[in-house]
């Protein structure tokens, strides 16, 4: 946890959340080069304006509606409640929706391969080679669809 609140603040913070590492009394440009050097990818969440540099370093930059006008144009993703508890609901809803993505792109390019492969071996025709791809197109479709019913998110 990197932050320009007090040591006092801030270990009561981390404590409660859970965080292991914890920066306190920092200044912009020491959170960005604490971002600098860490390995991987960061998300850095962040709601002032001494967030500005970080949020704008890190790989995504999340912030809150409620955060200054500085911290929100440099995020990423703005969390429109301001509670924790939907950092961890936009985490899981992003795995769906590439879960899915991935799922279709593999159905997609599937149907796109197996019906090259049969046209030029010559299996597969024009009417049904559309005739399968507009069907790959609704399965597509449907399963994206399955995002709108989750419900445990």
Do not use: C, W
Not at 18 to 25: D, L
Not at 97 to 115: C, D, G, P, Q, Y
């Amino acid at each position: 946890m990197l932050t320009g609140d007090k040591n006092k603040v801030a270990n009561l913070v981390s404590n409660e959340l859970g965080i292991g590492i914890v920066k306190s009394e920092l200044l912009p440009h020491e959170k960005s080069d604490f971002i600098d050097k860490l390995d991987g990818r960061v998300a850095y969440v962040g709601d002032g304006i001494n967030d500005g540099i970080a949020l704008a370093k890190s790989d995504v930059g999340i912030s809150f509606g409620d955060a200054t006008d500085l911290a929100i144009e440099q995020a990423d993703i703005v969390l429109l409640n301001n509670d924790l508890v939907a950092l961890t609901q936009a985490i899981q809803i992003s795995k769906y929706a590439r879960k899915l993505m991935l799922e279709n792109m593999l159905i997609a390019l599937s149907t796109v391969f197996i019906l090259l492969f049969g046209f030029i071996k010559g299996d597969v025709h024009m009417g049904m080679g559309m005739f399968v791809h507009e069907l790959s197109v609704l399965v597509v479709t449907i399963n994206a669809l399955r995002f709108n019913r989750k419900k445990d998110i």
